[in-house]
């Protein structure tokens, strides 16, 4: 067992290094869940892939669950920082809502493990995978609403939309499963583009193609 690194940190404040020690935690489970799963992600496999003792481990978690049921939120927000931070600030419309989804198949050839903490997590962590969707749905449906009022939107009514943030939602998880890295197979660039270029044409020439 390597020693624990919290202990390197001596210039750094005794909140600071709590701090970066939960990370790490954190960023061990997304690495250990995403190659293993939930059932296979045992407390000394985290703890020792974040290069803290065991011990150290219940110091922030009182127990393996603790940790599941904030991973995937914590994930999705890295996720959505990695998709907002490509957007161009221009980008409207149909384009916009394209290089989103662009962004979102280029964060998963970068993170293959994300879809299999994403889809074991109904089962295994219910909480996170609930709060996960409400972030998500939040984003989008607020993204929808600026749409419509820049006029890029029109005759949606709001129920309908609320539908539509389901079929994003619908059509990320899918191209997920069948796009990403499984096995010995690794995610090509061109299934990624076919993937990007049917979805665009599918937003430009349905939802936005009203507003044109």
């Known amino acids: 067992m390597q020693r624990d690194r919290t202990k390197q940190a001596r210039g750094a404040t005794r909140a600071e290094r709590k701090l970066e020690t939960h990370e790490r935690l954190l960023i061990a489970g997304e690495k250990i869940v995403g190659r293993e799963g939930y059932a296979g992600a045992s407390v000394s496999k985290i703890a020792g892939h974040a290069g803290v003792a065991q011990g150290t481990f219940y110091n922030y978690f009182s127990a393996r669950q603790d940790l599941f049921d904030v991973l995937l939120p914590h994930v999705g927000r890295r996720m959505l920082e990695y998709i907002t931070d490509r957007l ?25 493990g994300f879809y299999r903490i994403l889809s074991e997590a109904e089962v295994h962590a219910p909480k996170a995978y609930r709060r996960h969707t409400d972030l998500l749905v939040d984003g989008f449906r607020k993204a929808l609403e600026r749409s419509v009022k820049r006029g890029e939107i029109t ?44 979805y ?11 507003a044109l």
Not at 162 to 190: Q, W
Not at 200 to 210: E, P
């Open 88 to 112: 161009d600030d221009d980008l409207t419309g149909a384009d916009r809502e394209s290089a989103r989804f662009r962004a979102f198949c280029e964060y998963l050839v970068e993170n293959p």
């Open 155 to 198: 005759e949606y009514s709001d129920a309908e939309l609320e539908a539509v943030v389901f079929m994003f939602l619908g059509a990320r998880a899918y191209v997920a499963m069948r796009y990403i890295r499984r096995g010995k197979k690794k995610t090509s660039s061109t299934d990624c583009e076919n993937a990007i270029a049917a």
């Open 200 to 210: 665009t044409k599918l937003v430009a020439d349905g939802l936005f193609s009203r």
